[in-house]
């Protein structure tokens, strides 16, 4: 059976966005919000490992209305234990294609820029770091950190690591996401399929 032109304008319209989603809204993180642990709102613990992550020997900080809210959900993660600490994560890439990061920042309130450094690295090398004072701050001041990198191989390690001074004061992270960027071919289809509708929405008003 033929489907009448307004159908398949939905049709195509649909499986444009279907391309679109399916390519770009997907997380490759797992725990990117570190939701995974229980912890009992205003309390704060160290933990020596951590659901999707590799964590280093000094351990990672899981807060919970402690110091500052975290920008999603209930807990944010500390780095700066005892001691300067790290996370890792490694997943799944493909050769060639881009994928984008983010993650959200916010220095310690009352703590100053020297001891608030987050340093992310991308299999090994630096991409960025997170910096702020949070001295005369109240609270978390979520900053939004991005960057894209295009995959070498068959996976690809996330790394934040505590860069600032030693002394177990330091930035927090929180919904850290990494996400495949659609290639160009995928919006040339969702293109097409738009000015198609609006060509077939053209001729019926006619």
């Avoid at 987050?118 to 991005?146: C, D, F, M, P, R």
């Avoid at 995928?186 to 609006?198: E, F, K, Q």
Wanted: proline share 2%; net charge neutral.
């Amino acid at each position: 059976m033929t489907k009448s032109p307004l159908r398949l304008a939905f049709a195509v319209l649909a499986a444009c966005a279907s391309i679109g989603s399916a390519s770009a809204a997907t997380n490759l993180i797992t725990n990117g919000s570190f939701e995974s642990v229980s912890q009992r709102a205003g309390t704060w613990s160290i933990y020596s490992s951590l659901a999707g992550w590799q964590v280093d020997t000094n351990g990672v900080e899981v807060r919970n209305n402690v110091y500052g809210e975290a920008f999603d959900g209930a807990n944010f993660v500390e780095l700066d234990t005892k001691k300067n600490s790290a996370i890792a994560q490694t997943f799944a890439t493909v050769a060639g294609q881009s994928y984008s990061v983010s993650f959200y920042y916010s220095p310690r309130m009352q703590v100053p820029l020297n001891s608030n450094d987050i340093i992310v690295s991308l299999n090994g090398a630096t991409q960025l770091t997170a910096t702020g004072s949070g001295q005369h701050q109240s609270g978390n001041v979520w900053k939004e950190y991005s960057f894209d990198f295009i995959a070498t191989g068959a996976s690809s390690t996330l790394k934040f690591a505590a860069g600032g001074v030693s002394n177990s004061f330091g930035g927090s992270l929180d919904k850290v996401s990494v996400s495949a960027v659609p290639e160009p071919a995928s919006w040339a289809t969702m293109l097409v399929g738009l000015v198609g509708l609006g060509a077939i929405t053209r001729r019926r008003l006619r």
